[in-house]
């Protein structure tokens, strides 16, 4: 099968082309960041959100049995009107511009984010039919995002749309938590935590959000999607799950958090149960092993 990965040198989206590949996939992936072709693999360097006349992105899809679509400009953080327009640029202009030339026969999924619940409400597991009550710019560039794939669906286009909960493993992203925490034990610096000891996530494990992507893709599910595993763990556990395991201790400090911060992240699983056939269980020691051990062996990857 040939499947199309855009944001293919991203953090998610690395991983998986990784499993793509290793079931067989020719894949041919889409980034702003060049890569080397390589035995079942071509890497196109093109910004889906700037091809004027859609040619080029056309001729990518083209041929396609699933598109995944993970390009975008990722991270909570931060405000001011350029970010606002990168966001709506590499959030809903790229979603737009890639449907627009993707044949309705062929199936998508689209990477959202837990982010657009903003937080969970009262403890309860956030389901995918609660209302959006997006916190930030980043969120609601993604809730746009998700309104973008909803008039693909209703003119008769097949479109998961996936929103992962705080993913972490190798090759996390530097600005989020894990890899700034450690990086901090690293140096033997204080780690920061935001808001309050207390804040939640839940974490889902790289290897089980991107084998959730290929099951969403491959079963062609037509709907949105939480990927998630329904436990949520305080930020200070979190960090003393990460001590234990790297062998370190450091003092901790909490700083102020912004306003799309959110308390807690829990996801609802059942949807997820039904329509993948799985939950994502995060063993969090292993998990921070295998960061650890390839954050000492290599930099972690950037942003794109």
Not at 28 to 39: A, E, L, V
Not at 216 to 227: F, K
Not at 241 to 254: I, N, S
Not at 282 to 302: N, Y
Request: glycine letters at 10%; charged letters at 25%.
């Amino acid at each position: 099968m040939k499947a199309v990965v855009t944001g293919s040198a991203g953090f998610i989206g690395s991983h998986l082309v990784e499993a793509l590949l290793a079931r067989g996939y020719r894949v041919t992936g889409i980034d702003r960041q060049s890569r080397p072709d390589r035995p079942g693999y071509r890497h196109a360097v093109l910004d889906v959100a700037d091809d004027p006349s859609r040619t080029g992105l056309a001729a990518l899809v083209s041929g396609a049995q699933i598109v995944f679509h993970l390009a975008a400009r990722p991270g909570v953080r931060g405000i001011g009107p350029v970010l606002r327009e990168m966001r709506r640029r590499d959030n809903v202009i790229a979603t737009r511009s890639l449907l627009s030339v993707t044949p309705k026969a062929i199936p998508v999924v689209a990477v959202s984010s837990s982010s657009v619940y903003g937080g969970s409400r009262d403890g309860f597991p956030s389901r995918e039919d609660d209302p959006l009550l997006p916190r930030g710019g980043y969120a609601r560039s993604k809730a746009e995002m998700e309104r973008v794939c909803g008039m693909y669906r209703a003119r008769g286009g097949g479109i998961a749309v996936v929103r992962p909960f705080t993913v972490a493993g190798e090759g996390q992203r530097p600005d989020m938590a894990f890899s700034s925490w450690l990086g901090a034990l690293r140096r033997g610096d204080p780690i920061r935590i935001l808001g309050s000891r207390d804040r939640s996530r839940d974490i889902t494990d790289i290897r089980d959000a991107v084998e959730g992507l290929i099951r969403a893709g491959e079963r062609q599910v037509n709907e949105t999607v939480n990927l998630g595993t329904g436990v949520t763990h305080r930020l200070i556990d979190l960090v003393q799950a990460l001590m234990d395991v790297y062998g370190r201790e450091t003092d901790v400090v909490v700083r102020p958090s912004l306003s799309e911060e959110v308390d807690v992240t829990l996801a609802d699983t059942t949807r997820c149960a039904q329509l993948l056939g799985f939950v994502p269980r995060t063993d969090l020691h292993t998990l921070l092993a295998r960061q650890i051990g390839a954050a000492a062996s290599a930099p972690a990857m950037v942003a794109t």
